[in-house]
């Protein structure tokens, strides 16, 4: 008799699965911690310690009410997309309209969207590394390989053109970068941008550019790549981080027409539109960008410089000054531990949660991530606490 044969999972399923220990089981143990009435600080996760603005959640809860709950325009509605493209203009002084836009949920699902667009099987992308933990899997998630090239900590995380030049082949499809950076919080200079601008143009590649916090830089602006070329440039963003909205996952990308009309034939057969009532809350947001940007930015300045002090003068690390964002990458080689090991060992000891820098790329080893978007008392603590577990190694 035939023994009955175990159905498979597909090879995509395979390629997402994260490599090595996962860096986000600490993490909600450390969340789940909390919750129970731990002591345990968090600062393994750039969710702000603030509150969506309540007239965001009014529109919402006045939509719903209203009926607002039924099927909506797969690329989001025109008014949405149209408040995006201005805002977009507004940041970067690149020129676009609603029809160079696709709503989305969250940058995530705007990333995972531009991967399966743009390459597939035998293809490769590029992202500087380090990169936000999800590249990997996001890249790899098409079929294509991906191929991170360096920006080294001797260089400040900056680019080294050159080596991203080396790293083009015939197969490279696209560039993945995230200006501000995460985990570094590197924001590309106009050198870069015009470097890697050039590079796209020669070699006929797409360009990715991940400015979930470019709305909370310095001025609330970053050098844009869209601006320089537009196309062949997706910006991928969000009102995750601007506006205090992780949670809405409410994003987009906005790109060349032919791209958005290829992102919104696999967003029919994936997402299928985002609910009305977050469209609607979404644009209220946009309507209080300035606002809203200005407060999370001031938030997280002063919170910088809370963390950045409190980690003075302790054995064996030292912070590394964020350009923008709500990270720190924390040199720990010194220590003698481990990333991992330093995580883990400092969350049994102290409870401070923090996320080794290794999944975020080859160039983070050795470091370990820092999220200061809280409340500065805590941060204060949670140096004191880092300061007290680094005085025990040897
Ligand atoms: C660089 C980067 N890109 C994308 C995301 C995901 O953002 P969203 O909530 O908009 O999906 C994050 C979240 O931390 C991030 O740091």
Redesign the pocket.
């Known amino acids: 008799m035939n023994m009955p044969r175990k159905p498979r999972f597909a090879e995509l399923a395979e390629r997402v699965a994260p490599e090595g220990t996962d860096p986000w089981v600490l993490h909600w143990e450390a969340r789940q911690a909390a919750a129970a009435g731990q002591d345990v600080i968090v600062l393994s996760v750039?969710d702000p310690d603030l509150d969506t603005p309540a007239a965001v959640i009014d529109t919402a809860v006045e939509r719903m009410r209203g009926g607002d709950t039924h099927y909506t325009e797969t690329a989001g509605r025109p008014a949405l997309r149209a408040a995006i493209a201005a805002r977009h203009t507004a940041r970067t002084g690149q020129s676009v309209t609603a029809e160079n836009v696709i709503v989305l949920g969250?940058?995530?699902?705007g990333?995972f969207v531009a991967s399966l667009c743009l390459a597939g099987p035998g293809d490769e992308v590029i992202a500087l590394d380090p990169m936000?933990a999800?590249y990997p899997a996001t890249i790899k998630a098409s079929g294509a390989k991906l191929v991170p090239v360096a920006t080294p900590a001797e260089r400040d995380f900056h680019t080294d053109l050159a080596a991203v030049e080396a790293a083009i082949s015939p197969r490279t499809r696209a560039i993945f970068v995230?200006t501000p950076?995460?985990p570094s919080g590197v924001v590309l200079t106009e050198e870069e941008v015009d470097g890697l601008a050039a590079i796209a143009r020669r070699h006929g590649l797409w360009l990715v550019s991940?400015e979930?916090?470019a709305g909370i830089a310095d001025g609330g602006r970053v050098p844009s790549l869209g601006a320089r070329l537009p196309d062949q440039t997706l910006t991928v963003a969000?009102l995750?981080?601007t506006h205090a909205m992780?949670g809405w996952?409410t994003?987009w990308i906005v790109g060349p027409v032919d791209f958005i009309s290829r992102a919104h034939d696999l967003a029919q057969c994936m997402l299928y539109g985002l609910p009305g009532f977050v469209q609607e809350a979404a644009l209220t947001a946009l309507a209080m960008a300035d606002e809203c940007e200005g407060k999370v930015r001031e938030y997280c300045r002063q919170r910088r410089e809370v963390l950045y002090a409190g980690l003075q003068g302790i054995r064996g690390i030292r912070a590394c000054w964020p350009q923008a964002g709500m990270f720190m990458l924390i040199d720990i080689r010194a220590t003698g531990l481990g990333g991992e090991e330093f995580v883990h060992r400092l969350y049994r000891a102290e409870g401070v949660s923090l996320l080794d820098g290794a999944p975020f790329g080859a160039a983070a080893q050795g470091f370990v991530r820092a999220c200061f978007a809280t409340d500065e008392a805590v941060l204060v603590e949670a140096t004191h606490r880092i300061r007290r577990f680094c005085e025990t190694l040897p």
């Open positions: 750039g969250g940058t995530q699902n990333l936000y999800t995230a950076n995460n991940d979930v916090y969000s995750s981080k992780t996952r994003g």
